[in-house]
């Protein structure tokens, strides 16, 4: 016996390999060293950093995956991989500026493995990061044929006297929400149990999701913030904090940015939610309590700044093509989010 009459075939995983270098190279940045296929990817530092720091973060996508193993639709999940790491480091005011990632398959389709990689190196240009290298596992026994799992590492850098750790922020800030562009990479187990108990098909077309599929809607993959928000950064907007809006929603991720002895106030209404926010509460009959602890209906990223800011920010983020709205305030309190569930939140 060999490798092969186990599962596993070799050769086909270096074809793979040669198949996806050219979408590698594509998101190269000066500072790569060196090429794909090496045990390691080389990066320098960029120049004309004092006192560099770096900030490190890690993602997966979650049972959104399960989506496009049955849709066949793979081109998406990548940048979904991307953002969900990009995103978060983010936060900390980094620059991203290298990306790894893990594939691991039951078996290697190179056609559907090429779509997925063609995703994650459209992410990874979205966020000005190199795909510096990766590893693709094929796992026979593990997963079934046609399944895969993917999950990412970033590696980003910012100047330690401008790092972001929630002692900028002050009460009296406000804070500007980015819209999302829909539920992203969060909250899919619900999705699906929703989907699956109330009888849908993946390719039905609800009324309140304007003629698109519900497989579309919710494969459409997750915004990355990361060169508006720099670019803000560069224009001279005070960002104090920033709050990447993931699992647990709003009420769990937005108080992450904040210093000692402050809470954030919400006003509802003051941002549209998107329709795929109200089918699944509907489709589902989810409370609204349970919807904004499990996604992040409609604001997908958060700034917190001074409040004479507030304009310039959002005129800024709008010209980048990411609606902003003016969605609170921080106040005195001990890390709580409050009003948020005082008001029914406007549906768009």
């Known amino acids: 016996m060999d490798y092969r009459d186990a599962g596993v075939d070799v050769e086909a995983g270096r074809a793979f390999v040669d198949q996806i270098r050219n979408l590698v190279h594509s998101t190269f940045r000066p500072e790569v060293i060196g090429g794909l296929g090496g045990f390691g990817g080389c990066f320098q530092l960029p120049t004309g950093y004092q006192e560099p720091v770096l900030v490190s973060g890690t993602d997966g996508v979650g049972t959104k995956l399960k989506i496009a193993q ?16 990009v995103n978060d480091v983010l936060t900390s005011g980094a620059e991203p500026l290298f990306f790894l990632d893990y594939v691991a398959t039951g078996k290697l389709d190179k056609e559907q493995l090429t779509q997925v990689v063609a995703g ?6 979205l966020a000005g990061s190199a795909l510096l290298g990766g590893e693709t596992a094929e796992m026979p026994g593990f997963y079934q044929v046609g399944e895969y799992d993917l999950a990412g590492f970033c590696v980003g850098i910012v100047e330690k006297s401008r790092m972001l750790d929630g002692s900028q922020v002050q009460v009296g800030d406000v ?10 990479s969060n909250g899919f ?6 989907v ?15 003629g698109e599929s519900i497989g ?3 494969l459409t993959p997750t915004r990355i913030y990361v060169k508006s928000v720099l670019a803000a950064l560069k224009a001279g ?24 002895g402050q809470g954030i106030k919400i006003n509802p209404g003051s941002w549209n939610i998107p329709p795929v926010f109200q089918w699944l509460a509907e489709a589902g009959t989810v409370g609204v309590e349970a919807m904004y602890n499990t996604f992040n209906m409609g604001i997908g990223f958060v700034l917190i700044l001074p409040a004479h ?4 920010a959002i005129t800024h983020f709008q010209s980048q093509d990411i609606p902003a709205y003016k969605i609170g305030e921080v106040v005195t309190g001990s890390g709580e989010l409050l009003g948020l569930f005082t008001e029914k939140t406007s549906q768009e």
Do not use: Y
């Not at 849709?71 to 991307?82: C, E, F, Y």
């Not at 920033?242 to 108080?255: V, Y």
């Open 70 to 85: 049955i849709l066949n639709r793979h081109d998406t999940v990548g940048i979904d991989l991307v953002g969900m790491c």
């Open 309 to 312: 800011q507030a304009e310039q």
């Open 196 to 210: 699956s108990d109330a009888g849908f098909a993946w390719d039905d077309t609800p009324a309140l999701l304007n």
């Open 237 to 260: 907007l005070e960002i104090h904090g920033m709050a990447h809006i993931t699992g647990g929603g709003l009420p769990e991720n937005l108080p992450r940015c904040l210093g000692t």
């Open 216 to 218: 579309t809607a919710f």
């Open 120 to 125: 994650i190196a459209t992410g990874c240009k």
């Open 175 to 184: 804070a500007i929400g980015l819209a999302s562009a829909g539920v992203h």
């Open 189 to 194: 187990s619900l999705v699906r149990k929703i």
